[in-house]
């Protein structure tokens, strides 16, 4: 995701239409500012060139102006009404003057540092401590001259701190000795609409690399700014420092020209994971995690074409994440040697699929990224839109129209309507009825196969297929699979209306016919093609257990399911099992192998599948079961054995079997489940 001011691109846009853009010169600010994080001492001045000579600004209520001159005159400053934490100012330019020297600052509040992962991404105050500052450019923490603006900025801090903001490192001074002090000077030349600041007690390691076919361009300064302890860890700063190369020089490729001279990857002790321009800012304690080079790093890396390169017209919907999630995350799982794309496609509709009918929001409408109900549309729905695009135009024109996106609308604000018209272009095809239909419908299209048969043909065999689609929108491109025995064939077809009989020629006799069984289309999922995962029984509004244990273990097990379950499960009993099967919410069974062993053989219940069995310390599976209560099994060696699931096994919702040694996952995997299929008739029998 992208740290951004949402609030001011609405106002600037307005601005565009009701006056037009008349600055002689762009708004601009500088900044000199020195920071102690110790006393959380904060003080600063700037050089402020507004947009208008009325220069009104909110400044956080933690901040006091000091004063206020213009060409070395005193001018007045009056204080207007408060917006919760944020005072509003006004300041009259003198005739004459073009520049304002406002000196302010205060005492910034305490790092907040009990945030977790949800509350970063609410509104925050500028924060210092010798851990970590974070002054969002949210929070008000400098005058802004305008909703989009320039900057340099100066800045100054004790000898074993560092500092950075987005943009091009011009200078930096290292302390001499422990009473000198930090000094470095940024400045971001295009035009930006907010400055986050950050320090902290980093080690600063860099890595200069060339920049590919950019002979005449400055060479790319890599760096990671990571405390002490983190900065130890073997190999890994090197490795943020090469993989981000890789990321640049990727997307450099795929999309044009990375856009600015640095990059950036800065240690937060928030449990953060912004994207800004020139760099990105991530939980201390999850830059270990190696998801994060392999996939978050790619992302928020992308996150400096898409959002912070291009912008987001947030009021016209936020394309950038599905994007940035289709060409980062996903792109990863297709290239990947043992590709898993498929599962991530089922996993954004069986996410989509468990929301409620309100939560289910057309993409158009998402923003951001508030709750996980609109990361199901504006991460999951935006990314497939772009899956199913490429099927239609096809690679060639999608990877033209990426290329074309770019270089039309670089620092530009950008809407949907900008990538339709980008694709029209490079595919030399009529694309308004896609975007609608995918951005406006809420729901997700139901497709159905009502008849299949077959006749001889003067080219073999020619198989008629009428289908039906109820929802919209309308699904006019959509593959088929054709099979007879182990002989498997898809062909993609077009169709104009939803209940459309369509005819192929085929020169096999096929006996099946299965619609979209790789999950290139955002539908509505039959259950049949939904394994069972994990996640049904954790987030489960009813779920029951059952303990097939005793003693420490069946105290092992009911803290287990205490981490394991949202919600409080219901108790079964022994006696009461069997007849709980058939009918009911997710029923979770969690045991000591022997004792499980024989609940599971009185119930009427399989072992473990041979997948799993006598593997590691501790199994996990679901069951397949096409009628009954949802059924999942945990069992383990002994009361040691199920203590050790209890951190990690609610990470696992995506998977329908694990196997563990210990606290260690060693195995994992998605059921395979047949799918609907659809079988096709003979015509020539029966006539
Ligand atoms: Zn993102």
Do not use: C
Not at 211 to 218: D, F, L, R
Not at 541 to 560: F, M, Q, T
Not at 579 to 605: D, K, N, S, V, Y
Not at 627 to 654: E, F, K, M, T
Request: aromatic fraction near 10%; glycine fraction near 8%; charged fraction near 20%.
């Amino acid at each position: 995701m992208i740290q951004r001011k949402i609030e001011h691109l609405f106002v600037f846009l307005a601005l565009l239409v009701a006056t037009g853009v008349a600055a002689a010169s762009p708004p601009s600010l500088a900044l000199d500012i020195s920071l102690e994080p110790a006393t959380r001492q904060f003080e600063a001045v700037a050089i402020v060139r507004p947009m208008q000579r009325n220069f009104r600004f909110v400044l956080h209520e933690s901040l006091n102006i000091r004063s206020v001159e213009a060409d070395g005159k005193a001018l007045k400053f009056v204080a207007l009404g408060r917006d919760g934490a944020l005072q509003r100012w006004r300041i009259q330019l003198p005739a004459g003057s073009e520049t304002l020297q406002i000196t302010y600052g205060g005492t910034l509040q305490a790092l907040q540092n009990e945030r977790d992962h949800r509350s970063v991404l609410r509104a925050m105050p500028p924060m210092a401590a010798v851990d970590g500052s974070f002054l969002p450019a949210s929070s008000a923490w400098y005058p802004q001259p305008a909703p989009m603006f320039s900057y340099r900025l100066k800045l100054s801090l004790p000898a074993d701190q560092r500092a950075l903001v987005p943009g091009r490192l011009l200078e930096e001074n290292l302390p001499a000795g422990a009473n000198g002090r930090y000094r470095a000077s940024f400045e971001f030349t295009r035009r930006s609409d907010g400055i986050d600041l950050m320090a902290g007690p980093w080690r600063v390691r860099e890595k200069i690399a060339p920049q590919e076919g950019k002979t005449a361009s400055p060479a790319l300064r890599l760096r990671t700014y990571f405390p002490a302890a983190l900065d130890a860890e073997p190999g890994l700063a090197e490795a943020y420092l090469e993989d981000s190369r890789r990321y640049i020089e990727r997307y450099s490729g795929e999309i044009g020209t990375y856009p600015y001279s640095e990059f950036s990857v800065v240690a937060s002790p928030l449990p953060t994971g912004f994207g800004m321009p020139t760099l990105t800012y991530i939980g201390v304690d999850v830059l270990k995690l190696p998801f994060i080079r392999a996939s978050s790093l790619g992302h928020e890396i992308l996150h400096n074409w898409w959002g912070n390169g291009v912008y987001v017209d947030y009021a016209r919907g936020n394309w950038s994440e599905g994007l940035t999630t289709f060409m980062a995350d996903y792109a990863y799982k297709e290239g990947a040697a043992n590709d898993t794309s498929r599962d991530m496609r089922l996993g954004w509709l069986r996410d989509f699929s468990a929301l409620s009918i309100e939560a289910r929001l057309p993409l158009r409408e998402f923003r951001s990224r508030t709750h996980s109900a609109s990361a199901a549309v504006g991460y999951g729905k935006a990314a497939m839109l772009f899956v199913m695009l490429r099927d239609q135009i096809g690679e060639k024109a999608f990877r033209q129209g990426i290329r074309d996106f770019w270089s039309k609308n670089q620092f530009r604000v950008a809407a949907w309507q900008d990538l339709q018209l980008a694709f029209e272009g490079a595919s030399g095809r009529d694309l308004k009825t896609f975007f609608a239909g995918w951005l406006d419908a809420s729901g997700a299209p139901k497709l159905e196969i009502r008849e299949a048969w077959l006749k001889p043909s003067s080219r073999g065999h020619q198989l008629d297929v009428v289908l039906k689609q109820q929802g919209s929108p309308l699904v006019s491109h959509l593959p088929l699979e054709l099979s007879a025995g182990s002989k498997r064939e898809t062909r993609w077809v077009s169709v104009k209306q939803a209940g459309e009989k369509i005819s192929l020629d085929l020169d096999f006799r096929p006996q099946l016919i299965r619609i979209d069984p790789d999950i290139r289309l955002w539908r509505h999922l039959d259950p049949q093609e939904m394994p069972p995962i994990l996640r049904q029984w954790i987030g489960a509004p009813a779920p029951r257990l059952h303990i097939a244990a005793s003693g420490a273990a069946a105290e092992a097990a009911a803290n287990l399911a205490q981490r394991f379950f949202e919600v409080k499960p219901q108790s079964i009993s022994g006696p009461a099992l069997a007849g709980e099967l058939t009918t009911g919410g997710p029923l979770l069974i969690i045991g000591t192998h022997a004792e499980l062993a024989a609940t599971l053989a009185a119930a009427g219940l399989p072992g473990p599948p041979s997948e799993l069995s006598k593997r590691g310390s501790a199994q996990v599976w679901t069951l397949v079961r096409p009628v009954g209560a949802p059924l999942a099994v945990v069992s383990a060696d002994d009361a040691a054995a199920l203590q050790a699931l209890a951190r990690p096994l609610p990470h696992y919702g995506g998977q329908s079997w694990l196997v563990f040694a210990g606290a260690k996952n060693v195995d994992r995997g998605i059921w395979p489940v047949a799918g609907v299929s659809f079988a096709v008739r003979d015509a020539t029998i029966g006539k």
